[in-house]
Nanobody
Framework: QVHVVESGGGLVQAGGSLRLSCAASGSIFSINAMGWYRQAPGKQRELVADINSGGRTVYADSGKGRFTISRDNAKNTVSLQMNSLKPEDTAVYYC?????????WGKGTLVTVSS
């Protein structure tokens, strides 16, 4: 059994920073891509950032220059450092991990940015 759990969400003022973390655990033989997605109220889930096992990153335009994704392969974790947050970044942030060639999602962590 595999678990993917996010942490680090919360309330922050516009211009502030938050760091999200995600840990995968269980019967893990391999982890390929790991990433962060978000879903704002009334909107579809969208990519925030993704990182493969070799460290190659992909960012949505909305987060370029403000967000940084990183991973620790030894600890099976992925993090998202978010700076210069804007009210439009408010959403539930989900961690995705491709583990043993299967997609797993966390339950999400809420990020609220006040103006």
């Amino acid at each position: 059994q595999v678990h993917v759990v996010e942490s680090g969400g919360g309330l922050v003022q516009a211009g502030g920073s938050l760091r999200l973390s995600c840990a995968a655990s269980g019967s893990i033989f391999s982890i390929n891509a790991m990433g962060w997605y978000r879903q704002a109220p009334g909107k579809q889930r969208e990519l925030v950032a993704d990182i493969n096992s070799g460290g190659r990153t992909v960012y949505a335009d909305s987060g370029k220059g403000r967000f940084t994704i990183s991973r620790d392969n030894a600890k099976n974790t992925v993090s998202l450092q978010m700076n210069s947050l804007k009210p439009e970044d408010t959403a539930v942030y989900y961690c995705k991990a491709v583990i043993n060639s299967v997609y797993y999602w966390g339950k999400g962590t809420l990020v609220t940015v006040s103006s």
